[in-house]
T-cell receptor, first 115, second 115 residues
Framework: KAGVTQTPRYLIKTRGQQVTLSCSPI?????VSWYQQTPGQGLQFLFE???????NKGNFPGRFSGRQFSNSRSEMNVSTLELGDSALYLC??????????????FGEGSRLTVL | GESVGLHLPTLSVQEGDNSIINCAYS??????FIWYKQESGKGPQFIID?????DKRQGQRVTVLLNKTVKHLSLQIAATQPGDSAVYFC??????????????FGKGTLLTVNP
């Protein structure tokens, strides 16, 4: 079955702009998590959605937001972009039920460059 | 805990040798741990996991060891192959008893396998 799909794969924005990234989870998966990956900070948790509700949130400013749709697809938005937002944004999906194994299936990521 | 420097720890091995990648985790309350492999240009890929009620778990060519006393995790790869070259991350989930996907990732170790 198809894996986690993220779009766009690459994008370039300028400071002050906003960006929306999209993630389609594996069919049947109801949990979608977002992570930011940078060389300096590594992989950092942004937020997790389950059944259209944000269930967990990391320590990022309010400029970072997300949502999940009824078909489990998710989007994240970053407003008022800063140079430091340049990163690989990874989406991961999982079944999301109480029998959580923690196994996340990651997409290839969206590489954001802020100029 | 993990190094917070900009440079990844590196491990270089010869093809056919065994590799051992180490990880120090930070949260003594964590009771679920995962190893991920990330190849260049790809998202992290699940390798193996272990719960805190175990101290060893084996997969295909991989073994994870957990030492809760010193909060240390290791990944052993047997008969390392060039295709094993990647960055390896350990991750901990401090709330595995519930539906919580807020993983904390280590900084990663770059494994290079020389043919």
């Amino acid at each position: 079955k198809a894996g986690v799909t993220q779009t766009p794969r690459y994008l370039i924005k300028t400071r002050g702009q906003q960006v929306t990234l999209s993630c389609s989870p594996i069919s049947g998966h109801r949990s979608v998590s977002w992570y930011q990956q940078t060389p300096g900070q590594g992989l950092q948790f942004l937020f997790e959605y389950f059944s259209e509700t944000q269930r967990n949130k990391g320590n990022f400013p309010g400029r970072f937001s997300g949502r999940q749709f009824s078909n489990s697809r998710s989007e994240m938005n970053v407003s008022t972009l800063e140079l430091g937002d340049s990163a690989l944004y990874l989406c991961a999906s999982s079944l999301g039920g109480l029998a959580n194994t923690g196994e996340l299936f990651f997409g290839e990521g969206s590489r954001l460059t802020v100029l | 805990g993990e190094s917070v420097g900009l440079h990844l720890p590196t491990l270089s091995v010869q093809e056919g040798d065994n590799s051992i990648i180490n990880c120090a985790y930070s949260n003594s309350a964590s009771d679920y741990f995962i190893w991920y492999k990330q190849e260049s240009g790809k998202g992290p890929q699940f390798i193996i996991d272990i719960r805190s009620n175990m101290d060893k778990r084996q997969g295909q060519r991989v073994t994870v060891l957990l030492n809760k006393t010193v909060k240390h995790l290791s990944l052993q790869i047997a008969a390392t192959q060039p295709g094993d070259s990647a960055v390896y991350f350990c991750a901990e989930n401090p709330n595995s008893g519930g539906s919580n996907y807020k993983l904390t990732f280590g900084k990663g170790t770059l494994l290079t396998v020389n043919p």
